[in-house]
């Protein structure tokens, strides 16, 4: 069965770090990108993509994460880290990682003093 696990968010103050975790089992991370979004608070229907891992280790970001925040893998646990510093109130949502048209079950970054 194929399956995402997403961790490590929480409440955190503007200019904070968080990493979040998103751990797979059923198949190999390191042989599929990995795309990552956030649904924001009060756009429940909509989740936003802002940036991608590729199998290769290449990544993307959008502009508004750039600089901000970093993908890495460990192969070896089978799991993508995201990186984020430099938190702003505006990241605030719920963020999911995404492979194989598989989700993980989201987890809340809430940036607030």
């Known amino acids: 069965q194929l399956k995402l696990v997403e961790s490590g968010g929480g409440l955190v103050q503007p200019g904070g770090s968080l990493r979040l975790s998103c751990a797979a089992s059923g198949f190999t991370l390191s042989s599929y990108d990995m795309s990552w979004y956030r649904q924001l608070p009060g756009k429940e229907r909509e989740r936003e993509f802002f940036?991608?891992?590729?199998?290769?280790?290449?990544?993307f970001y959008v502009n508004s994460v750039l600089g901000r925040f970093t993908f890495s893998r460990d192969d070896h646990k089978n799991t993508v880290y995201l990186q984020m510093n430099s938190l702003r109130p505006e990241d605030t949502a719920v963020y999911y990682c995404?492979?194989?048209?598989?989700w993980g079950q989201g987890t809340q970054v809430t940036v607030s003093s």
């Open positions: 995404r492979a194989l048209a598989t």
């Open positions: 940036g991608r891992i590729g199998s290769d280790g290449t990544t």
